[in-house]
């Protein structure tokens, strides 16, 4: 079984290496809509900016136009200062229906002076319960840093500022599902969770603080556009693109990377779900001992 699926995995990329991929980096006019908030959402900039703001009376929020099956895609955030306790900053990628996929970056606000949360979690057909927790070495408040998600056939890899902070495995040879056949919108939301978002709902929104203002710039993505249920990366058309323009379908970790990811998980994940006895008095899930051994 396993050898079977290391052939067919092989194949895969092999024809997605070998087919047109698209490349861009447009403006946010062009590649996005914001789809809730009441005028809360802006684009500003002639495309290059775009703004969510939240208050007492809603937060606001923003979808791609495009559906992405794989991509590496890269957005520059910088997330609401100050007193932002209770606020939640979600930039994710998620398909649609009963048995969804998605890849969640969302950042939980804190008091003044307090660091940010960076939640992650990973939902496959439905599925999720795969949260990891991280504090950020800067101010991500200060000055813009780029999020970036690369999900290819093979993994799925977090980073921040270009360092990997968490990678899972496409793990289908001993049964755990993984994204791979639902194309995918990148969203992201500005909204209120002080009912769990800081210190598990002990600390409230200070709505005196409002309006609360994440800002974005600079998206990018290197992906496989999903239309009238094909996607761009299985049509016969010729490729135009080099061997480096999609390298990101067979990317993974190399050693120093690597490093750099186990550095960050050492010095600044706070939770682990594959390290949490209590949660899992059974046993952890079995993708969890090959995160370990990686």
């Excluded at 995995?9 to 997605?16: Q, R």
């Excluded at 979808?63 to 994710?92: C, H, R």
């Excluded at 002076?113 to 496959?124: Q, V």
């Excluded at 056949?181 to 603080?209: H, I």
Aim: glycine letters at 8%; proline letters at 4%; charged letters at 15%.
């Amino acid at each position: 079984m396993a050898a079977s699926s290391s052939t067919l995995m092989k194949l895969l990329l092999t024809l997605l290496a070998s087919y047109a991929l698209v490349a861009y980096a447009g403006s946010f006019s062009q590649d996005f809509d914001v789809t809730w908030g009441d005028g809360r959402g802006k684009i500003l900039n002639n495309g290059g900016l775009l703004t969510l703001s939240l208050d007492r009376g809603s937060g606001s929020g923003f979808q791609s136009k495009n559906e992405f099956l794989f991509g590496k895609i890269d957005m520059q955030l910088k997330l609401v200062p100050g007193n932002s306790a209770g606020t939640v900053t979600a930039y994710y990628l998620s398909s649609k229906g009963s048995t969804w996929d998605e890849i969640d970056f969302e950042f939980l606000g804190n008091l003044s002076g307090d660091p940010y949360i960076l939640h992650t979690n990973i939902f496959t057909q439905g599925k999720g319960n795969r949260e990891q927790q991280f504090y950020l070495w800067f101010d991500p408040t200060a000055n813009f840093h780029t999020y970036s998600v690369l999900w290819n056939p093979q993994v799925i890899i977090f980073s921040v500022d270009g360092t990997p902070i968490r990678k899972f495995k496409n793990s289908e040879s001993i049964g755990i599902p993984f994204p791979k056949k639902q194309p995918m919108r990148l969203y992201s939301s500005l909204w209120n969770a002080d009912d769990w978002a800081t210190r598990g709902g002990l600390v409230k929104t200070d709505w005196s603080q409002a309006p609360f203002t994440a800002s974005y710039r600079n998206f990018n993505a290197k992906a496989c556009l999903w239309s009238s249920g094909s996607s761009s990366c299985s049509s016969k058309s010729p490729s135009s693109t080099t061997s480096n323009n999609n390298s990101w379908l067979k990317e993974d970790l190399d050693t120093t990377r690597q490093a750099r990811l186990k550095w960050v998980q050492k010095n600044y994940m706070i939770y682990n779900y594959c390290t949490d006895t209590k949660r899992f008095p059974q046993g952890f899930p079995p993708e969890c001992a090959i995160a370990n051994a990686s």
